[in-house]
């Protein structure tokens, strides 16, 4: 017998293995299993496929290893997960190795150089041991390590002791190396500690004597110093890593002063511990019981569903019927709701939003840690119970056991389409293909659906559901504020963001007891800093894009790298230049920080919330974020368009644009379409609110859009713009990134695939030039982009064959494009 097994590696496809006679009897798909890849590494993959007949083997011309050890005693994985990631691997053309590593916690699938760290009080009160455990736990306490690798583990106790690693991590006995820090660099970047002996202040003190006249090192020391978190005490915590490749080549590193760390493991899911367990449902049967006077709004099963909600209440209040009607059959429902990584994905709201009493939730987000991730799958691979899971993207690649009804709320949420890192995928696409495979109904709903959805439903593919009658809304009131003007006659300085208009009447809400709701533009203090002499602005050293300023902390941080550094006294440009009149560094820009600085100021004794980015990812932000929100204390929210995504805001009688001309000038052929959307959104979540535009362009057609209150009409004229551009839904595009530490080589390369594609006629009706993105370097990376347009006429097998084909030709053949790197960004959009 013979196994295909799948390694949580970059690799296109799965690796054969002879099955030895012994293990036959085991062998099952979906089983995971020990396998040793390489001379000694060992590895934990999935078995996908089983052969006994020698003739279906595919041909290999070397001698096949066999399995060493089959970890599970049930599958982990079903048939029916194992096919959805063909289809994403060969949808969004990615190696399936890649789709493994995203769709299984990476706890459940040790590498060989995953290193676990052996807590010996844990281990002395461990109860649960039968006596063959008993034996390898005494001889892994005998054996003194601290530390060991998976490959070790196994070496030192034997392949029977594959399961004990996994049993012994759930039990936190064995405890990852690198915790999951809420500080933790970005998965793949080189990051630096201080080595044990600096990492004191007293130790520091000295390293920096020593480095009296090294004006160099000293300068790269004090630029790590700055850039290590700050610890509740407000000093820097000197036991932190950062992730800095402008370290790489420097001397100081050679004075052990920096100790290099590598992260051992590709953790996708790298986040914050966020204690969420899968609740047990005691209250099961007393639902059941319960009568819901549920009205039926059938969907269909061979087709997907929009409900096309008018607000947010009908949306939720539909989605809540669904619910409700599918765990009353004793069925799961998987929710995909765009705020699931934010405070408000959290129970505490989730329930009120859906009017849940005690019916039985799970949550799965990128904030669930790794051990609950595969607890839940366990259970939901185990169980039968009905079940709701409410989730973010990652909820796409649940066990699909008992699941009645798949339901994506916001359809439109860019949120649901993966940028970084790769696979790409768009969890609303993939999970309406699943559930078709399923034979179950797909369900989005939306108060603005999105051009791709409203077109597809137009066509018919889509069915579409609005119960309610569309009642007429009136238009929301629109004050502008000519924001020229102002800066003209001086009556709003360069350094203030908001004019006198709209102080009034943030003034007048506010003692009404209104609350204002502050759209910004980007999230940060200014966006950079500039020399007001040389005009230069400061740059990251890895990232081809201006470094922002962070006032708090008093540094600039690239927000593609991480790369952070403090202020500098002088322009850098100045003083390399030699110029004696240094320039001063200007902050420029407003971001959501600056302007809650100015609104403070303005009103001291208003309560303040800011939403951004900031407030939501780190876990000591989010849960100081989710007490204000339950408080419901706050006048005024400042916040990045993310804030759209927060429902429980309310009594909201001002919503203030001061940034308008920046927003509609984000170059994205999508902005107008995201614009109009958001904006409708917000009117009719808040339809008492008073609007406040502050503007240079008067006469802008969204603000003229948004007065006439008629959304088909946008729509239709926004659909025929994407016609006439050849965009999508009317084209299909894949993109191509291509990545590369040389210019020029990357940029010759680019040129040769391009060219290469471009023969191909049939497949594509175009092949763009190699094109420089906006941000054209990312850490240290040359990147540029290849955009072809697909031939629809042609099948979608076809077409992902021959750029395979195409692309591995070009890196047999040619040294150059070997150098690049590739990656596949199908549907960009
Ligand atoms: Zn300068
Ligand atoms: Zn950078």
Redesign the pocket.
């Known amino acids: 017998m013979w196994a295909k097994v799948l390694l949580p590696l970059a690799l296109r496809d799965e690796l054969l293995y002879s099955v030895p006679q012994s293990m036959e009897g085991e062998s099952k798909v979906g089983k995971r299993v020990l396998v040793n890849m390489g001379k000694r590494t060992t590895y934990v993959g999935i078995i996908t496929e089983l052969f006994s007949d020698e003739s279906s083997l595919p041909i290999v011309d070397f001698e096949l290893k066999s399995l060493l050890f089959i970890v599970d005693k049930d599958p982990l994985v079903s048939q029916e997960e194992i096919e959805f990631w063909r289809f994403l691997a060969f949808y969004y053309l990615v190696p399936l190795g890649d789709i493994l590593s995203l769709a299984i916690p990476s706890r459940a699938l040790p590498r060989g150089t995953t290193r676990v760290v052996l807590d010996r009080e844990a281990l002395s009160s461990y109860q649960l041991a039968n006596p063959q455990e008993e034996k390898h736990l005494e001889k892994l306490a005998q054996s003194g390590v601290e530390s060991i690798s998976f490959t070790d583990f196994i070496a030192l106790l034997g392949r029977s002791a594959a399961p004990l690693f996994d049993k012994l991590r759930l039990q936190d006995i064995l405890q990852d190396e690198e915790t999951t820090e809420v500080s933790s660099p970005p998965v793949g970047v080189e990051s630096y500690s201080l080595s044990s002996q600096y990492a004191s202040q007293e130790a520091l003190n000295q390293l920096f004597l020593l480095l009296k006249r090294a004006t160099a090192q000293k300068q790269i020391l004090s630029q790590f110093i700055g850039a290590l978190p700050i610890d509740e005490e407000e000093k820097p915590d000197l036991k932190a890593s950062v992730p800095l490749a402008v370290f790489c080549k420097n001397e100081i590193l050679q004075r052990n002063a920096f100790q290099r760390l590598k992260h051992k493991i590709p953790d996708l899911f790298r986040c914050s511990y966020k204690p969420q367990r899968v609740l047990a449902s005691p209250s099961l049967k007393e639902h059941k019981k319960r009568d819901y006077a549920i009205p039926s709004y059938p969907l269909e099963k061979q087709k997907p569903n929009l409900y096309w909600a008018t607000d947010d209440l009908d949306q939720y209040a539909f989605i809540a019927s669904q619910v409700k009607a599918t765990l009353a059959q004793g069925k799961r429902v998987l929710l995909l709701l765009p705020q699931s990584s934010s405070p408000e994905g959290d129970e505490a709201f989730v329930r009120p939003l859906l009017s849940l009493d005690n019916e039985p939730i799970a949550f799965l987000t990128g904030n669930t840690s790794q051990k609950e991730k595969l607890e839940l799958r366990k259970t939901l691979r185990e169980t039968s119970e009905a079940l709701l899971i409410v989730g973010s993207r990652i909820a796409t690649f649940i066990p699909s056991e008992g699941l009645g009804l798949i339901i994506v709320a916001e359809e439109q949420d860019v949120y649901y389409k993966q940028q970084e890192p790769s696979p790409r995928f768009h969890a609303r696409d993939s999970l309406i293909y699943r559930a078709q495979s399923l034979n179950i109904p797909f369900l989005m709903t939306a108060v603005t659906p999105s051009l791709e959805t409203i077109y597809n439903t137009r066509l018919g593919k889509y069915h579409l559901i609005c119960h309610k009658e569309q009642e007429p809304i009136l238009p929301p009131k629109i004050n502008l504020i000519d924001i020229r003007r102002e800066r003209e006659i001086h009556r709003l300085k360069r350094d203030k963001i908001i004019a006198q208009a709209l102080q009034q009447k943030v003034t007048e809400v506010l003692s009404n007891k209104g609350k204002v709701l502050l759209l910004a533009a980007r999230k940060g203090y200014a966006p950079f800093l500039s020399c007001s002499k040389c005009g230069e602005s400061i740059r990251?050293h890895?990232?081809d894009?201006t470094l922002t300023y962070h006032r708090y902390r008093e540094q600039l941080v690239?927000p593609?790298?991480g790369?952070t550094t403090l202020v500098p006294k002088q322009c850098p440009h100045c003083l390399q230049n030699g110029d004696p009149e240094e320039g001063t560094l200007k902050k420029r820009g407003f971001g959501s920080e600056r302007i809650e600085d100015e609104l403070q100021h303005s009103f001291p004794h208003a309560k303040i919330v800011r939403i951004d980015a900031e407030a939501t990812e780190k876990k000591r932000a989010r849960e100081h974020l989710k007490e204000i929100l339950l408080s419901k204390e706050a006048d005024i929210y400042v916040g990045t368009t993310l804030i759209s995504r927060f429902t429980s805001l309310q009594n909201i009688k001002l919503i203030a644009v001061p940034q308008f001309d920046l927003l509609v000038s984000y170059p994205d052929f999508r902005n107008d379409e995201q614009l109009y959307s958001l904006f409708l959104r917000l009117s009719r979540r808040f339809p008492y609110a008073e609007w406040m535009l502050q503007l240079s362009d008067l006469k802008h057609p969204l603000v003229a859009s948004i007065e006439q209150n008629v959304p088909h009409e946008v729509y239709d004229t926004l659909l025929a713009e994407r016609e006439i551009f050849h965009f999508p839904p009317y084209q299909r595009l894949i993109r191509i990134i291509l990545k590369g530490r040389d210019r020029q080589e990357l940029e010759a390369a680019s040129l040769i695939f391009s060219g290469a594609l471009a023969q191909e006629k049939q497949a594509f009706l175009e092949v763009e030039k190699p094109f420089e993105p906006f941000v054209s370097r990312?850490?240290l990376l040359y990147i540029r982009h290849i955009t072809l347009r697909l031939n629809t006429q042609v099948s979608s097998q076809y077409i992902r064959q021959r750029i395979w084909d195409i692309v591995s030709q070009l890196k047999k053949e040619s040294l150059l494009c070997r150098k690049v790197n590739l990656f596949f960004d199908v549907d960009p959009y």
């Open positions: 990251c890895n990232c894009v690239c593609y790298c790369y990312v850490n």
